[in-house]
């Protein structure tokens, strides 16, 4: 019997001399065709190895540096491959790319570099995936116009270059642009849509967000979760507690209700909306809490003024194994400002600093600032002010200057306004306070003086604008505004309170007309 020409024949010590065949003829076939058969299967198995292709094996080997944030090494890797003479493949492109677009502060020359080898392959007009992966790496780079341009160049885009583009103009604030192409879209999905809406509530443009989420549904696309927290924050920057209401049905019928993300938007805008306790009810109906659902309950008790709350969820938390961090303390501290806690403030603003190793920024220093000015001490909050390693802003200094005109310090009023013309010299709010500060002291001619600078340096007094939310819709009013359509029947209701008012026994206080 001969031996395949695919096996291997190794030398080995002499052995004893085999056992006598068998006699029997039958015995014999079956021994000789079941050794044949088994060289045969062994013979097959050889030749039927499957070989690896030497491209997935450098992709993957690429993927784990990627995958740990090791460009240097992933850099370091490609150029091995291509010194052994390996083409990479579009999925080797793609994952280099989108760990450059992960890292866009240390990737850009490298993103670029790999950009021009796929240019080189082709691959970037090709093949739409690595087409949209260097669209995408070049927005999250802040190179949004050879984003376009290479999203330009994609001979055929599908649904995902699209939305990167638009991703891109949304990340770069060019939101325009971003309405520009997707109005070009052949087709828009949700999370086109998502991007739009999350633009303009990023830009501050609210009420446009909302209305881009009303088109969204008469369009018949879903939301996702990641478009309700987006409506979510503007439904919080705008107190539009009806939409907001409307959302968390939305929520609760679709069955997204532990999503971790949503309810922290959910108490975020029930705090923002004065609606506390269904913001205490969402985060106990949750089964999963992170370090943000507890910031989310402390800031929002403490704008509600609910300050022993607020410190007792801060201790909570820290019960419950969650280590505050500098938002915590942001809370605890305005908490502590507000029930005119001065001590106790202090002492968290020292743990802070000495215990949990938190550099202090400026808002915690504004906490301060304001901890000082409610309790009256508008020295130490000046010490505070000049000594902090910031340069404050006009919050801070803002913060102060009201407390002055409260306690009636014009003379702190005067160098606090010094800080504040240098600061933000078009500011009106500033000029206007001081203003009514001097006429609050009787010093008229101080107040026409400062009147006269206004007018002099072109800066105007802004109206301020009212708002309310009725049916889902939010209404902005000015004073002496009648551009309402319903403005007649406003200004009854307006009349009859004002006699209810009076009826009641409330006299108001003499103020200034702001001119």
Same mark, same amino acid.
């Given at each position: 019997?001969?031996?395949?020409?695919?096996? @291997? #024949?190794?030398?080995?010590?002499?052995?004893?001399?085999?056992?006598?065949?068998?006699?029997?003829?039958?015995?014999?076939?079956?021994?000789?065709?079941?050794?044949?058969?088994?060289?045969? %299967?062994?013979?097959?198995?050889?030749?039927?190895?499957?070989?690896?292709?030497?491209?997935?094996?450098?992709?993957?080997?690429?993927? =784990? =540096?990627?995958?740990? *944030?090791?460009?240097?090494?992933?850099?370091?890797?490609?150029?091995?491959?291509?010194?052994?003479?390996?083409?990479?493949?579009?999925?080797?492109?793609?994952?280099?790319?989108?760990?450059?677009? &992960?890292?866009?502060?240390?990737?850009?020359?490298?993103?670029?570099?790999? =950009?021009?080898?796929?240019?080189?392959?082709?691959?970037?007009?090709?093949?739409?995936?690595?087409?949209?992966?260097?669209?995408?790496?070049?927005?999250?780079?802040?190179?949004?116009? %050879?984003?376009?341009?290479?999203?330009?160049?994609?001979?055929?885009?599908?649904? /995902?270059?699209?939305?990167?583009?638009?991703?891109?103009?949304?990340?770069?604030?060019?939101?325009?642009?971003? /309405?520009?192409?997707?109005?070009?879209?052949?087709?828009?999905?949700?999370?086109?849509?998502?991007?739009?809406?999350? *633009?303009?509530?990023? !830009?501050?443009?609210?009420?446009?967000?909302?209305?881009?989420?009303?088109?969204?549904?008469?369009?018949?696309?879903?939301?996702?979760?990641? @478009?309700?927290?987006?409506?979510?924050?503007?439904?919080?920057?705008?107190?539009?507690?009806?939409? *907001?209401?409307?959302?968390?049905?939305?929520?609760? !019928?679709? *069955?997204?209700?532990?999503?971790?993300?949503?309810?922290?938007?959910?108490?975020?805008?029930?705090?923002?909306?004065?609606?506390?306790?269904?913001?205490?009810?969402?985060?106990?109906?949750?089964?999963?809490?992170?370090?943000?659902?507890?910031?989310?309950? #402390?800031?929002?008790?403490?704008?509600?003024?609910?300050?022993?709350?607020?410190?007792?969820?801060?201790?909570?938390?820290? +019960?419950?194994?969650?280590?505050?961090?500098?938002?915590?303390?942001?809370?605890?501290?305005?908490?502590?400002?507000?029930?005119?806690?001065?001590?106790?403030?202090?002492?968290?603003?020292? /743990?802070?600093?000495?215990?949990?190793?938190?550099?202090?920024?400026?808002?915690?220093?504004?906490? #301060?600032?304001?901890?000082?000015?409610?309790?009256?001490?508008?020295?130490?909050?000046?010490?505070?002010?000049?000594?902090?390693?910031?340069?404050?802003?006009?919050?801070?200094?803002? $913060? %102060?200057?009201?407390?002055? &005109?409260?306690?009636?310090? /014009?003379?702190?009023?005067?160098?606090?306004?010094?800080?504040?013309?240098? %600061?933000?010299?078009?500011?009106? $709010?500033?000029?206007?306070?001081?203003?009514?500060?001097?006429?609050?002291?009787?010093?008229?001619?101080?107040?026409?003086?400062?009147?006269?600078?206004? +007018?002099?340096?072109?800066?105007?007094? &802004?109206?301020?604008?009212?708002? #309310?939310?009725?049916?889902?819709?939010?209404?902005?009013?000015?004073?002496?505004?009648? $551009?309402?359509?319903?403005?007649?029947?406003?200004?009854?209701?307006?009349?009859?309170?004002?006699?209810?008012?009076?009826?009641?026994?409330?006299?108001?206080?003499?103020?200034?007309?702001?001119?």
């Amino acid at each position: 019997m001969s031996v395949p020409a695919t096996t @291997t #024949i190794q030398l080995s010590p002499p052995q004893p001399p085999p056992p006598p065949r068998p006699t029997n003829s039958t015995q014999s076939l079956s021994a000789n065709n079941s050794t044949k058969h088994h060289l045969t %299967l062994k013979q097959t198995n050889n030749n039927n190895k499957p070989t690896t292709d030497p491209t997935v094996s450098w992709t993957t080997s690429l993927h =784990h =540096h990627c995958r740990s *944030g090791r460009l240097p090494e992933a850099a370091a890797e490609l150029t091995r491959l291509r010194i052994a003479g390996i083409e990479p493949n579009y999925i080797t492109f793609i994952t280099l790319l989108s760990a450059c677009a &992960r890292f866009p502060t240390d990737s850009l020359c490298f993103g670029m570099s790999l =950009h021009a080898y796929a240019r080189k392959l082709g691959l970037d007009t090709t093949n739409v995936k690595v087409g949209s992966a260097v669209v995408d790496f070049y927005s999250k780079c802040g190179c949004v116009d %050879l984003a376009r341009l290479s999203f330009d160049r994609i001979c055929v885009k599908n649904v /995902v270059s699209w939305n990167a583009m638009i991703n891109g103009y949304v990340r770069n604030g060019q939101i325009e642009d971003a /309405v520009e192409v997707f109005d070009e879209m052949p087709h828009r999905d949700a999370v086109s849509w998502t991007a739009m809406v999350f *633009g303009f509530v990023k !830009k501050g443009t609210f009420e446009k967000g909302l209305e881009w989420f009303q088109e969204m549904q008469l369009s018949g696309v879903e939301p996702d979760y990641v @478009t309700l927290i987006s409506v979510l924050a503007a439904c919080a920057n705008l107190g539009a507690l009806g939409l *907001g209401f409307w959302v968390h049905r939305y929520i609760l !019928k679709k *069955g997204i209700k532990d999503n971790v993300r949503v309810n922290n938007s959910l108490i975020d805008m029930y705090a923002r909306c004065g609606c506390i306790d269904f913001a205490r009810q969402v985060f106990l109906t949750m089964k999963t809490r992170t370090l943000v659902s507890w910031n989310s309950m #402390i800031v929002g008790f403490s704008i509600n003024g609910y300050a022993e709350e607020a410190l007792l969820f801060f201790n909570s938390m820290q +019960k419950e194994g969650f280590e505050p961090d500098g938002v915590s303390f942001t809370g605890a501290l305005a908490a502590c400002s507000h029930a005119g806690l001065v001590d106790e403030g202090l002492n968290l603003f020292e /743990v802070m600093k000495k215990v949990r190793r938190i550099l202090p920024t400026i808002e915690h220093y504004g906490c #301060i600032v304001d901890l000082y000015s409610r309790a009256g001490r508008l020295e130490d909050a000046l010490d505070v002010i000049e000594k902090m390693p910031m340069r404050p802003n006009e919050v801070v200094l803002g $913060s %102060l200057l009201a407390a002055c &005109r409260t306690h009636g310090d /014009v003379n702190l009023a005067e160098r606090l306004t010094n800080y504040l013309l240098v %600061l933000d010299p078009n500011s009106d $709010s500033n000029y206007v306070l001081l203003s009514n500060m001097y006429a609050a002291a009787g010093s008229w001619g101080r107040a026409n003086d400062v009147r006269k600078k206004m +007018k002099d340096f072109g800066i105007q007094k &802004r109206a301020g604008i009212s708002s #309310i939310e009725v049916d889902c819709n939010v209404h902005e009013f000015v004073a002496g505004d009648k $551009s309402h359509a319903e403005i007649d029947e406003i200004y009854v209701m307006l009349e009859h309170v004002w006699l209810e008012l009076g009826t009641s026994g409330y006299v108001p206080e003499s103020s200034l007309v702001d001119t």
